[in-house]
Structure formats: structure tokens, C-alpha cells
């Protein structure tokens, strides 16, 4: 395994604004940002080459539903954290999502920041 100073965070947000203020709250914890991504397929195509310690995922990208990215994610053991408008109740949302620790949008830095922690903490990892 390749030594990090940090866990390194994949964020998968349709709003670019939103994404960005992921970014700083990332940064700001101490945290690496692999990639910040607006659709499935970018994102997909970076973890062609990449493998993440956490993810954020919003359920609906620029180009669809994330669950076939939390599946992916799932598959290479890689905890990720839903940050949605809609909420884990919401009827037609994929099984995938509903282990996953859940914020509703709007979210704050700190709740964000506290739920990226958690997730971490949770996660025995060597760096």
C-alpha cells in the first residue's frame, strides 16, 4: 500500500458550487480531495486509476443515479457518505444507499466534516 499523509475523500456532487464547498470542508479537516466529480462517468473513469479511502456521493449526478458508483465503491470496500435533497425514506432509492451513513441537503461544514470523521474513524486503515 502506497503511504498517504491523508485519507483521501472522493466527492461525486452535481452542483459544481456544492462540490467546491465539499472541497474546502475536505481541505479544511486535513483531508486530501482525489476528485471531485459532476457526473457517474467521470467519476467512474477516475476510479479506473485511483482508489479512495471515503467517498461523497449525492444520489443524482449529472448523468443519473449514483448506484451503480456506490456499488463500485461497495465492491473495493470503500465506505461513502450519501449527502442528498432527498431523504433515506424517499420511496425508489437503491438499497446500495440505504447501509450508508445519510445528510439531507442543505448540509452544514460541520456535520459534513463530523460525518467524513466518523466514516474514517470506522475504517481500520494503515497510512
Known amino acids: 500500500m502506497a503511504f498517504r499523509a491523508s485519507?483521501?475523500?472522493?466527492?461525486a456532487e452535481d452542483n459544481h458550487l456544492i462540490a467546491l464547498c465539499y472541497e474546502d470542508v475536505v481541505t479544511d479537516a486535513g483531508l486530501s480531495?482525489?476528485?471531485?466529480?459532476?457526473?457517474?462517468e467521470s467519476a467512474e473513469e477516475w476510479l479506473s486509476v485511483h482508489n479512495p479511502d471515503v467517498a461523497i456521493l449525492d444520489i443524482m449526478l449529472q448523468d443519473g443515479n449514483s448506484a451503480e458508483l456506490a456499488k463500485k465503491l461497495c465492491g473495493r470496500e470503500v465506505p461513502f457518505l450519501v449527502v442528498s435533497g432527498y431523504s433515506a425514506e424517499s420511496e425508489d432509492i437503491d438499497e446500495i444507499f440505504k447501509s450508508a451513513p445519510w445528510l439531507e441537503k442543505p448540509v452544514t461544514s460541520t456535520a459534513l466534516e463530523s460525518a467524513l470523521r466518523?466514516?474514517?474513524?470506522?475504517?481500520?486503515r494503515i497510512y
Open 7 to 11: 485519507p483521501t475523500v472522493l466527492i
Open 33 to 40: 480531495v482525489g476528485g471531485s466529480f459532476l457526473s457517474c
Open 118 to 124: 466518523s466514516l474514517i474513524a470506522s475504517e481500520p
